[in-house]
């Protein structure tokens, strides 16, 4: 009996042991996975390639979701890869993202803007407000017929409820007047101007080199001024007319790497399909009719 009893407890420890390196495991096999294929994009384009996809992983024990944006730790990553990577060799940025920290996105796009050889940014989904500045920086924006940018406009942070577009506030103060809102509206609206004025300055310097100083003023002003809402889809075709270097097209294996970033099981239902290549059902033929 003693030994069935240290039995059971061999396997229970077992089994906790197991429980709580599964995961680990799982999320080892899959880093393993995304290195050996962005390897295999290096080859192809003949570039350092880094990516930056925030996705919602399952990388504990339990499976909560880590949500992510652009913030200091990317900014640090991505900076030390930019930095390591020999000036004659082009970098692609592979970019799925709903946007982040400003700070964080400036300093990315600085430095890949910086870098002497040819930069692409490669958008498979979307890259929203800082993922649409770090692609400003690009020589070349390479995306999915589908995909989208966003508009970069300064959001304002508002402890009570949530953070509102600085074009928003600074419209509001002047329908109602300085001399009709109260003195914290007055400093909020102070601080959207200098946030404006700085955005689209920085838009300016990311891009008047290949767009020459007129239009990247113009593209500043469409992207930072509020001409959409912050959520706004800007698409492939309506960049190109902004003069923005976009090229549709983006490589199968970036599919494969984003397939290699799981989103975690929900209670809803989820989209589903037949994965490709897709062959429709065949028809069978009797009697000289299809069924």
Not at 229 to 236: G, L
Request: with cysteine; net charge positive; proline share 8%.
């Amino acid at each position: 009996m003693d030994g069935l009893y240290e039995a059971i407890g061999v396997f229970f420890w077992f089994f906790i042991l197991l429980v709580f390196l599964c995961p680990q495991i799982q999320h080892k096999m899959l880093k393993n996975a995304r290195l050996s294929l962005i390897s295999k994009i290096e080859r192809k384009l003949k570039s350092r390639v880094i990516s930056m996809i925030h996705r919602q992983e399952r990388i504990s024990l339990f499976g909560i979701p880590i949500y992510r944006y652009i913030d200091i730790e990317d900014s640090e990553q991505i900076l030390r890869a930019i930095r390591t990577t020999p000036p004659d060799v082009p970098i692609c940025l592979i970019i799925h993202t709903p946007g982040g920290l400003v700070l964080a996105a400036a300093q990315i796009a600085l430095a890949l803007k910086d870098h002497p050889a040819e930069k692409k940014v490669i958008i498979p989904h979307y890259a929203m407000s800082g993922g649409t500045l770090i692609a400003l920086a690009a020589d070349e924006i390479i995306m999915d017929k589908h995909a989208v940018l966003g508009p970069v406009d300064p959001q304002i942070a508002d402890p009570a409820r949530g953070s509102f577009p600085a074009v928003s506030i600074l419209k509001a103060v002047k329908e109602k007047g300085t001399d009709r809102v109260d003195d914290e509206t007055l400093i909020r609206a102070d601080i959207a101007s200098k946030a404006l004025n700085q955005m689209k300055e920085f838009i300016v310097e990311l891009t008047k080199d290949k767009l020459g100083e007129e239009k990247a003023r113009r593209l500043a002003e469409v992207l930072a001024g509020g001409t959409w809402t912050h959520d706004y889809p800007i698409t492939a075709e309506k960049l190109k007319e902004l003069g923005l270097p976009v090229k549709i097209g983006v490589p199968p294996e970036v599919y494969m790497l984003m397939e290699l970033y799981p989103q975690p099981a929900q209670a809803r239902p989820t989209v589903e399909f037949v994965p490709s290549p897709y062959q429709p059902p065949v028809r069978r033929i009797e009697g000289g009719r299809g069924r």
